[in-house]
């Protein structure tokens, strides 16, 4: 980064896409705050950790003390009841942004979902701007963190920067992976760019440079981002690695949108 910002803090520091970004994030700050449900165990200079659980981080003024940047990837990570949801990915998150704004945090890159729009069709290509088609209640929960963006960014000139985030790992292991996989190294350039670039509030895609994908990234090309990674090479060997559900087959949402689907798996799609 050119202009490295002081002090960032990370949540969700000891969850997997936290743990593969971390190395990056280190090089642009001169402190990456670290908290968690657990303790989370510095293993770079710049590191100071912290435990907190996310939904009660309104009772951790310190954690926010000189922060400039949050990068935001706490969070429970996969479907699950209300119960579950509520209180990391709800509640927790709006406390956050509400702390954030108290303690004149610049900006918030966060991790929304591919599932706050799974239930597009694979036939359609979408953008940061479709209206969400969530696959699941997660899903529902990382529109309303969109939704928590947009209000604190209009309302206080909180800047949000939201990661419609695919499949992170090192390689694809599926056909619907060539078209929503993302490498830990183009993760964390996304994050770059939501540290980094001019921007109120944008939503974007976690995705690398994949030809299958069915989303349009170019928002994100435009503010800067350069993946270096594809799943292309991946094509032959991943494109017949498909389930036996027509509805996960259909929707870009996956097993997420066949969970509890109820009726004809080909009825029609709605319009919008």
């Not at 200079?45 to 009660?56: L, N, Q, S």
């Not at 969070?75 to 709006?94: C, F, H, K, Q």
């Not at 945090?105 to 290509?125: C, D, E, K, L």
């Not at 299958?212 to 292309?232: C, E, F, I, T, V």
Request: aromatic fraction near 8%; glycine fraction near 8%; proline fraction near 6%.
């Amino acid at each position: 980064m050119t202009n490295p910002l002081p002090k960032i803090l990370l949540t969700g520091a000891c969850g997997k896409l936290s743990r593969s970004i971390r190395p990056y994030l280190v090089q642009w700050c001169s402190e990456l705050r670290l908290t968690d449900i657990v303790s989370p165990v510095a293993e770079h200079d710049m590191e100071t950790c912290h435990r907190a659980d996310i939904a009660d981080i309104d009772q951790h003024p310190e954690t926010f003390d000189g922060i400039d940047a949050i990068v935001h990837f706490s969070g429970y990570p996969r479907e699950a009841d209300w119960d579950t949801l509520m209180a990391p990915n709800v509640i927790g998150s709006a406390k956050l942004w509400e702390m954030a704004q108290r303690h004149g945090v610049g900006r918030i890159v966060y991790a929304s979902s591919n599932h706050a729009i799974g239930f597009y069709p694979r036939s359609h290509t979408v953008d940061g701007h479709v209206l969400p088609r969530p696959d699941t209640r997660y899903g529902v929960t990382k529109v309303f963190m969109e939704a928590l963006a947009s209000l604190y960014a209009d309302k206080h000139g909180l800047r949000g920067f939201g990661l419609r985030i695919g499949h992170g790992s090192l390689e694809p292991k599926d056909r619907r992976m060539l078209a929503t996989w993302v490498h830990p190294e183009d993760l964390a350039d996304l994050v770059r760019v939501g540290l980094q670039a001019d921007y109120l509030c944008e939503i974007v895609y976690g995705v690398s440079n994949n030809a299958s994908a069915w989303w349009d990234n170019q928002r994100a090309h435009d503010l800067g981002y350069r993946p270096r990674h594809s799943s292309d090479p991946f094509i032959e060997a991943l494109q017949c690695v498909v389930s036996d559900d027509p509805v996960a087959e259909r929707y870009q949402g996956g097993t997420f949108a066949a969970a509890e689907y109820v009726g004809d798996p080909l009825r029609p799609i709605r319009a919008r």
